[in-house]
């Protein structure tokens, strides 16, 4: 498998860069569809069809508290931060008072037990306000109703996080996949900037993935 970081900046200029991998709830009438807030990021999954193994998807959960928490007792107020790990691959979103602070996250979370890498993506600023993380839930809602509207996107295998009006997209997809899904949360109002943060799967690999059990 290979594992990429692209970044598509909706507005006006797309630019890929490769790197080494890849609480409230709001109900919607959506079915096996719903968003979390977990500080401030909204991450939005599906009940149904996982391409994780079952022992992945619970070590990504146990990823994102450790890792969350670590970082709180580290710096305290000096960060708003969100971990979202997807098959081992840790996000980090939010902000950080300083760059000191958003350079050191990263080992931080790193040393966080079955973590594969680590995606950086905290920025130096104030931190988000209400307003704009009810913005982001809005966002996030809005993206994954319309990959499912899309009928040709496996909606269910893709998470999606909003921070600030920027939408990450992760998962295990095909490289067909990655780019309808990208199409499709690029037109959706209001969103600033996709980042994708895909871990790359073949057709074959599709296939096999989702001919036998895991």
């Known amino acids: 498998m290979q594992n990429l970081l692209n970044r598509s900046w909706a507005r006006p200029v ?48 146990s990823i994102e508290l450790r890792a969350s928490n670590r970082l709180n007792a ?60 009810s913005n982001d839930v809005y966002i996030t809602t809005k993206v994954k109703a319309s990959m499912i509207d899309a009928k040709d996107l496996p909606a269910s295998a893709i998470k999606v996080v909003t921070e600030r009006q920027v939408v990450y997209l992760m998962g295990l997809v095909t490289e067909r996949e990655a780019k309808r899904a990208t199409e499709v949360a690029r037109g959706v109002e209001g969103v600033k900037k996709v980042v994708r943060v895909f871990e790359y799967i073949t057709e074959d690999q599709l296939k096999a993935m989702t001919s036998s059990p895991k």
């Open 14 to 61: 797309v630019v890929t860069a490769c790197a080494l991998v890849g609480m409230v709830t709001l109900t919607t009438s959506l079915t096996g569809c719903f968003p979390v807030v977990a500080g401030g990021a909204v991450v939005t999954s599906m009940m149904i069809t996982d391409r994780r193994t079952s022992g992945a998807q619970v070590e990504d959960e």
């Open 74 to 133: 580290a710096f305290g107020e000096q960060i708003h931060q969100n971990v979202t790990s997807f098959n081992r691959i840790a996000l980090i979103t939010g902000e950080a008072a300083t760059p000191e602070v958003q350079k050191q996250a990263e080992p931080i979370v790193a040393k966080v037990e079955n973590v594969r890498s680590v995606i950086n993506e905290l920025v130096v600023a104030e931190k988000s306000t209400l307003t704009q993380r």
